[in-house]
């Protein structure tokens, strides 16, 4: 199969680009893995003034469990920001909008 576009395909190396643009601004940046962190969106990222934002990266087109749209729903609910990304450019895109870039 011979893709037309270079946007990354894995969730990896998508993520990979999303963090590494937001840590090349200033914006710190933590990868929620590990015991106790089953559904938990894979990163959270703090800007200036206590903003906090969280990311579940996706492959293109690819949509997140039940279980991690509940926890979604339930960090809302706390007033928490969540984004799910399934690609580069629109993960640039939200964390400067989000943290006024």
Known sequence: ?????????????????VVKHA??????????NG????AWPDHVFFGPGQTTL???FK???EQPSKLQLKLHQE???????VLVVDN???????????FSL
Do not use: H, N
């Not at 270079?6 to 993520?15: G, N």
């Not at 840590?23 to 929620?32: D, H, L, V």
């Open 54 to 56: 969280f990311i579940e």
């Open 75 to 81: 960090l809302r609910e706390m007033e928490y920001d």
């Open 23 to 32: 840590r090349s601004c200033g914006i710190k940046a933590r990868k929620m």
């Open 88 to 98: 580069v450019k629109k993960g640039k895109e939200e964390i400067d909008r989000f």
């Open 59 to 61: 492959k293109p087109g």
């Open 35 to 38: 015991l106790g962190y089953k």
């Open 1 to 17: 199969m011979v893709r037309a576009s270079t946007e990354p395909y894995l969730e990896k190396d998508i993520e990979a680009q």
